[in-house]
Every structure is written in C-alpha cells, then in structure tokens.
C-alpha cells in the first residue's frame, strides 16, 4: 500500500502529524497529472499569469489524461483577478440543433444507451472555445505557447505509467467497439503496457492547426469539416453549423458567506454553486462541528443538509438560458432556516420523506479539476469533462481526440436516474442548444476579502459534497489544505436513499449512523480535489492521494 493512501485509510481512527502541502511565494498549480503540472508551472515561470497556465494545462491535460482531459469536452472556469474582479466562463456542452426532447427513449418509453456511448451522445464541445476566450481577455501570454507544450507531448509521445495503461485496457470492452478508438487507444488489441510511449499524431495535427488558426479552425476550419464529416457518416447529431454557431458564455459568479468567509462559486447551468450556499446555510446554526471531525454527528448533519439539496437540484435546477430558476428561493434565510429545522438531531431522514421545494421565485466520474495561483493574486480554477471516462467512447476520425458523452447529464426522461443515478427534472429536459445542467463547481472562499482557499473536484454527482467537505475541513475543523483534502469523504445525493461512504471511518462512527438509520455503502475512493491555501505570504498546494495528482510552486 503506498504510503500517502495509507494515510488516508487510518486518518479518522487513529491520530496522525499533519501531511505537509506543497508551498511556494511566486506560483502553485495543481492537477491530475504530473506532465500537465510541469506544463503550468513552466508557463508561471516564463511570465504568465494564472489564466495562462490555465490554458496551457487544459491543453496538455488532452494528450497526458485523454479518459477525462480533453479537447472534444467542456466546463467551466472561474477567474478571480489580482484587482478583486471575479467572473465564471461557461464553456459547456450544448445540444446539437437536432436534439429533441425524447431522442434517447425507445418505443416502450424507457431510455436508452445512447446517451452514453456512441456518436449520438455527443455535445457541442465548448473547450477550445472557453480556452481561447479566456487566453484572449485574461491572459498575456501568446496564444501558440499555450498550446505549444500540448503539440510536443503528443507528438514526442508519452511514456505510460501503470494506471494510464491500465484505464485503456480497462476501458476496451467500450472502446473496442468503436474502429478508431480501438486503433489509436488500443492498438488494435495489442495493449500498451507500462513504460511504454504512446504517441497521438492525429491529435498533434489537430492541436498544431489550433496553435496556427486558434479556435476557429476547431469551430469553421479543417478540423469542423472533419468532426461534422463524422458525425454525418455515423449517425451523429453535431452539424458544421451547431460547431460555427457555438459561442462561451460569460456569467456573473455566485456569491454567498459563511462563519464571515465570502464565498465565490459556480454559477447555473452549474447545480453545485447553488448546492454549496443552501448546505453551508443549513450547518451554520446547526453547532454540527462541535462532533469534532469524523463524528457520526459531524457525518449525520452534513448527510441531513446534502439530502435535502439534492431533492430540490432535482426539481429546479436547469440552464438558466432556457428555465426561470429559483435561485433566490433556494437561498433566502427562511427557506434554509425551514431546512435546517427538518433535521432529527438522533435520526436520518428517510429520502422518502423529502421533497423539494414548492417555491415561487421573487452533474465520470471522468471530470478532472486542476486550480492555479500565480504570485500576484490571480486565480483561475478549472473543471472540465467528457462526462465518463473516455465519454462516448468515440473517437474523431482523423483527429485523434475522443468525444463526451455529455447528453446524458440531460434528464432523457425526466424523473429516471441518468449514468450517476442523479434523478433530474423537467427543467433539465433535452432541448435544443440547451446546456446540461453539471455538478462542477470551482470555487473560491475569501477571508477578510482576500483570497483565502480555491479548490474544485471532479466525481460527476459527489462534485458538490467533496468540494463541500474539503470547504469546511478547512474552515471549521481548521485543518491544513493538504489534510483537508486527504480527509475520508462520503456522498448522499437524495435518490437512492443510501450513505456512501470511504473506507476511512471509524467501525464505531459506522455503527453510529446505521443506528441512526443510515444505509451505509463502503467504497475505497470518492473523487478527488485539488485545493490551493492563501496563508502568511504562502501558496499551499494540496493534490489528491486518491489518484496520481500533483503540486508543485516556486
């Protein structure tokens, strides 16, 4: 067992030193994997600043963490400036224009799995889109460097560790069935082993041209003629003009506080924002934190509040292009006041009992987050997707990047769980040019209106609760960034009624909350997060045990 996981494992039944974070004074980027992060820390170094490296690091993420890094994907990313401004980029998945409301039920009425592998899973992808938009208006650097770094390690080749061989094997039951994913993934059967190097030269010619023409040769050059050629010979819905009419969306962040911290978060179409100020509503008043982190109190409450979230996500939350939301609502003092009081301090709530709320107005697990700072106080926190690992499974002919499966973070029917078991609503209904509603939510906490902790995850439906957890490992229990992201995680989502919850609990804190009335899943890993501190002068980097993650500064 390797050490770091070891740790993780004893780290609420037995009392361990602190683990360290990574610390630097000029600049601190963390992501999933250890390429990508020298790729961003090199872009600091050489003078730009963290929208740049941000940029940088979703490029090379493509080549270095094809199940989830992407080109053919989306997300979002929130950037707080050095002067204080803060704005989110939208660069979600849309539906193509020949999407229609019951496109993924079959005769009988009940879904498909079409909204899960092949061609017609597909969004618009929005990455090169949001990536240039913020190079262009927050960044300084040249846009080729930015995307320079992506092209070599394509095209020089990666040297394969144990888990990247492994994810592609892993993966061939689904993506063998697809001709191209099979040849440039699984080399026609012939697995790639560790040590290995894996060269992508369809996909260094699609990221070189890129360099050269920017985004629009992604969107109305050479390479949309290729994808919308594609997609027309395999059933696909993305057209050449969905890929010409695609547009980033800049929004407004949200914003909210708690214990006197500020909170800027995400936005709709993203539901976790939302999430995020309604659960740290209900705990505030509660006193939950004086169980002391991993009590079955601290565990019980935290549950009560994600239960009653998830109910209401699933009713109200949509694109907010397309759907009134209730946002003020959802947050008003009232309402949360009315939440909170709903909790048994001694029992769990069944999910049977809660409904979202009647109100009236006055999201593969293959996501992956990675947030940067650079030394003069600029932020710029990432998640992108291809919604499961590997998406559709499909990969573009000729160009060597694999599309998302994103239609399937639509309700198909509303009412039915999708892939993660998320039960959506009406207003997450397929409609055309629609945006899926998502759970990723990058978000910044402020103390004393400075930057203070900037963090993400990804995990599909647990996004919320792990950002949410690590949030106030930090703020409540006063946990350094590095054991606050270490920290044993759990997960309930309303529907269905069960606690999922890490193999790092106490049997005793178990037995607890099944007293409690709590259905209880054990799973050896939940998401994952990468979190930067703002402390004294100091950036503290904190990566993920769970997975091959990275920090480094200087």
Aim: glycine fraction near 10%; proline fraction near 6%; aromatic fraction near 8%.
């Amino acid at each position: 067992m390797r050490p770091a996981l070891a740790l993780l494992l004893i780290a609420v039944s037995l009392p361990v030193w602190a683990a360290q974070p990574v610390r630097g004074r000029k600049g601190m980027v963390v992501t999933r994997e250890p390429r990508a992060t020298e790729v961003g820390l090199k872009i600091l170094e050489s003078g730009g600043n963290a929208v740049d490296a941000a940029v940088a690091v979703g490029f090379a993420l493509a080549v270095t963490h094809p199940s989830a890094g992407n080109i053919g994907g989306g997300g979002f990313m929130l950037i707080r400036l050095a002067d204080g401004r803060t704005t989110f980029l939208d660069f979600r998945e849309r539906a193509p224009a020949a999407s229609s409301r019951n496109m993924y039920l079959d005769a009988s009425g009940n879904p498909t799995q079409d909204s899960v592998v092949g061609y017609r899973a597909s969004g618009v992808p929005g990455s090169v889109a949001g990536f240039e938009y913020a190079a262009r208006k927050y960044g300084r650097k040249p846009w080729a460097e930015l995307v320079d770094p992506a092209v070599e390690l394509a095209s020089k080749g990666l040297t394969l560790s144990w888990s990247e061989s492994s994810s592609m094997e892993n993966a061939a039951r689904t993506l063998g069935r697809f001709a191209e994913s099979k040849r440039v993934f699984l080399r026609d059967g012939n697995y790639y082993q560790p040590g290995e190097l894996f060269v992508q030269p369809d996909l260094a010619r699609t990221l070189a041209r890129i360099e050269k023409l920017g985004a629009k040769d992604f969107y109305q050059g050479e390479t949309a003629r290729l994808l919308a050629k594609d997609m027309s010979e395999h059933g696909g819905l993305i057209a050449a003009a969905d890929l010409a009419a695609y547009k980033v969306i800049e929004r407004a962040p949200l914003t909210g506080k708690y214990r006197g911290y500020d909170i800027v978060t995400s936005p709709p179409p993203s539901s976790g924002g939302v999430g995020i100020l309604q659960m740290l509503g209900v705990l505030e008043a509660t006193g939950y934190e004086k169980g002391g982190a991993g009590s079955a109190e601290v565990v019980h409450y935290m549950t009560e509040a994600m239960r009653r979230y998830f109910a209401d996500r699933a009713q109200h939350l949509g694109d907010p292009d397309f759907v009134k939301l209730p946002l003020r609502a959802l947050l008003d003092p009232a309402y949360i006041a009315k939440l909170r009081a709903s909790i048994d301090p001694e029992q769990a709530t069944p999910s049977s009992a809660i409904h979202a709320a009647a109100v009236v107005d006055v999201e593969a697990n293959e996501t992956t987050h990675y947030t940067i700072a650079d030394g003069e106080g600029n932020l710029a926190l990432v998640t992108y997707t291809l919604n499961g690992g590997y998406g559709s499974k499909v990969t573009a002919t000729g160009l060597g990047f694999l599309l998302n499966n994103e239609m399937d973070d639509f309700a198909a029917k509303p009412g039915s769980p999708n892939m993660f078991g998320l039960v959506q609503g009406e207003n997450n209904a397929i409609q055309a040019r629609k945006t899926p509603l998502s759970s990723m939510v990058p978000t910044i906490v402020l103390k004393d209106g400075k930057p203070y902790l900037a963090l993400g995850s990804p995990g599909g439906a647990t996004i919320i609760n792990t950002v949410l957890e690590v949030l106030v490992n930090a703020i409540d229990f006063g946990m350094n960034v590095q054991d606050a992201v270490n920290w044993p995680r759990f997960h309930h989502q309303w529907l269905p009624d069960q606690l999922q919850i890490e193999n790092g609990y106490s049997p005793d804190t178990i037995a607890l909350l099944e007293r409690r009335g709590y259905k209880i899943r054990r799973v050896n890993s939940q998401g994952e997060c990468a979190a930067i501190m703002l402390e004294n002068g100091w950036l503290e980097g904190a990566a993920d045990p769970r997975t091959e993650a990275t920090a480094a500064g200087y």
